[in-house]
Nanobody, 116 residues
């Protein structure tokens, strides 16, 4: 079965950086686009970044453009989210996602808190 396991979250001061990782198993990772979402308390889950199966195409939410970078290592079955210049409004639980045969798969998420 498909499993996605996020890691790398934590508490960071405004202006700081974090790198999130998502390790995938149970699928031929290199065939599937991957996405990072986030959900803050009381808010809907929102798409943060997406990357194509080969890593050539990348899309970002306007709120993170220029600060976040999505990447993947198909040899390691892992997708990353490098987050720089973090702001308090980036505080949320971050989730890894993929869609396989029209089924959405999610990890349990990793908490990112940006606070001084």
């Amino acid at each position: 079965q498909v499993q996605l396991v996020e890691s790398g979250g934590g508490l960071v001061q405004p202006g700081g950086s974090l790198r999130l990782s998502c390790a995938a198993s149970g699928l031929t990772f290199s065939r599937y686009p991957m996405r990072w979402y986030r959900q803050a308390p009381g808010k809907e889950r929102e798409l943060v970044a997406a990357i194509g199966s080969a890593g050539a195409s990348r899309d970002y939410a306007d709120s993170v453009k220029g600060r976040f970078t999505i990447s993947r290592d198909n040899a390691k079955n892992t997708v990353y989210l490098q987050m720089n210049s973090l702001k308090p409004e980036d505080t949320a639980r971050y989730y890894c996602n993929t869609v396989r045969f029209s089924v959405n798969y999610w990890g349990k998420g990793t908490q990112v808190t940006v606070s001084s």
